[in-house]
Structure formats: C-alpha cells, structure tokens
C-alpha cells in the first residue's frame, strides 16, 4: 500500500481570461479540494492531502466556471501515480493555462 501526499498547487498561468480561475483537485472520481487562484499564486496543503492507494490512483485538475447547480468544469489535465512515481511537480498545461502540482509518494 502507497500513499500520495499533495502538498501545493501553483498556478504558473492561469485558464481564465478575466479573474480568477477556480481550480478543483479530483482523485479517483472524488473531489479533495477547490480554490480560488490568479497567476503567481499557490495554494499550500498544510496537512497535505492524503489518499492511500495500492496499484495506481488518477489525479484531476478541473476548473469551475459557474456556482452550484450552474457549474461547468472543464478538464485541465490528468496524472495517474503509482509506487514508482517520483518526478514532482507534476504538470497540468496546455495553450493558455499552466499549473505545477507538488506531491510525493510514500
């Protein structure tokens, strides 16, 4: 049995053209956690968000646009993690958005 630890997610560039973006963190189907952040800015998990897994855990970056039962998320990116997985931070980027995601597994 492994456990990932998610300790910050920093946003390099943000989806959003005006605003703040509202990033959320999905693993395996659940939602851990939802923000508010502009470029430059970090969120730090203090204590890190941790879900044990045996195998391989998937990892989501959404971001919301919307509130309550208007939300629209849109899929920014995502990672599946193993035992083996070691090379932090993890990327979440396409044109227009870039967001790093610090972890480890332990």
Known sequence: MSTLELNELACERKQDLTGNDEPEIWIDGAQVWAGSLGKGDS???SPPIKRSFSGQIVVELK???G????????????QTFSARSSASPASFSASGYRYKLHFRVV
Request: charged share 30%; glycine share 16%; no cysteine.
């Open 63 to 65: 971001e919301r646009d």
């Open 43 to 45: 969120a730090v998990f």
């Open 67 to 78: 509130s309550g039962g208007n939300a629209n998320r849109k899929l920014l990116g995502q």
